[in-house]
């Protein structure tokens, strides 16, 4: 087969897995878009607390998900290698992973609630009770999303992207008919309105609706990631966990930056938090479907090293890469151009004309950044995946560290804070930081390193057994 011939099958495979992936990521977007959009007409003060229970759940979630990340190196080249014992231990074992994970941060973070608003939250008395009241109840959905996280993540790395599509649309639909009954309340079945409260309810019933579907799903007979039988392979898992530790740390190290991005934004005042989080709000569209695509491109890249081609798993992660970044630069122009009408949906419905108003211009001075900031997130965040896919998960890792701590916090600490530049100030940092990250993974991922990294794929082999990536190309 020709090289242009071996690049375009690469090419259609690729988009059979990231079309599913990145409409899985614009689906889960609409969850929260719904939640966003709904919060801020019953109250600005909803909206406002989005602020701070927002960055907390995604951050103890993506954080302690962190220690699952290794499932996708390990079962991608298990596939990629036809080892299917071991691709489905490894499946058992991150679904069981993520089911405890769940279940313990639930519980600490339920016990840990007031502080954890106190600290990333304003000073409002009235925004940080909002907070509190949606994390205790949300956090009884974790288990469920962190199992139905799992699910997805095996899936796709054994290359089905559909499956967590057709079950995501289910339970986004249960998720948004929930939100408008619960949110607003139905008075002629004597429902009422419970705001926040009703908002959170909603999201742990799709979640634990989500997980349920997908665990039917991973009980299939015949499937590479199938977890029926009693099997426990603890090798698998401690290969697992040796994968995922840079990640954990790479997302502590991320995630604790973020909550200070979020605590600085806090005390900006509730007109830069709202604006910030009706742009936050707009840009998860665009993050979510780079996250598509790294999906795809993580289990092509793994696939591809369980084969032993790494001239494919290279293709695989530039062509994803690419790809990511034409779309998301699509993507950010159009909500830069629709920016005006779009962010009208965030206005409380009790909001007078001239507070709508400076709610929209804090939004619109910040679009343009947004919209620029969209190919350096696709790069970044894609050859970030695909690292991890790889196995190589220690340089994702360093670019985290620079671009996190290094660029994001000090420039909205200069800018926003100190020098008073409002959203702006903000979304200047946003996309410094990625196009720092989008450099650093390009210079990575065009090296030889990362193809040499070893991942253990058989559940009984000794270090002579080991899959090991190939030597560079």
Known sequence: MSEAAGYGELSRALLRLAIPAASTGLLETLVFLADRVMLGRYSQEALASMHVQGPVIWSLFSVFMGVCVGSVSVVARSVGARDLATSRAASRSTVALAAGSGAVVALGAWVATPWLVAWVGPESPEIGALSVTYLRIALFGFPGLFVATAAAMVLGAAGDTRTPFAVAGVTNLVNVALNQLLIFGAAPIGLPALGVAG???????????????????????????????????????????????????????????????????SRMGALVMAGHQALLTLEAVCFLTAQGFGVATAALVGQSLGRRDVAGARRAGLLGAGLSAAVLTALGLVIWWSGPLTLRAFVAREQGPEAAEQLIQAGLVALPLLALSQPFMAVGAVLCDALRGAGATRPPLVVTLVGSLAIRIPLVIGLGLIAGGGTAAVWTASALDWAVRAALALAIFVGPGWTRVSVRTSPCADEAGAVEGAASS
């Open 199 to 265: 908002a959170a309810i909603a999201g742990v019933i799709a979640f634990t609706l989500q997980a349920a579907l997908l665990l039917r799903v991973l009980r299939r007979s015949g499937s590479p990631v199938c977890i029926r039988g009693e099997t426990y392979q603890a090798p698998i898992t401690r290969e697992i966990l040796r994968v995922s530790s840079p990640v954990l740390v790479e997302r502590v190290v991320f995630h604790l930056g973020y909550l200070g991005y979020a605590a600085v934004i």
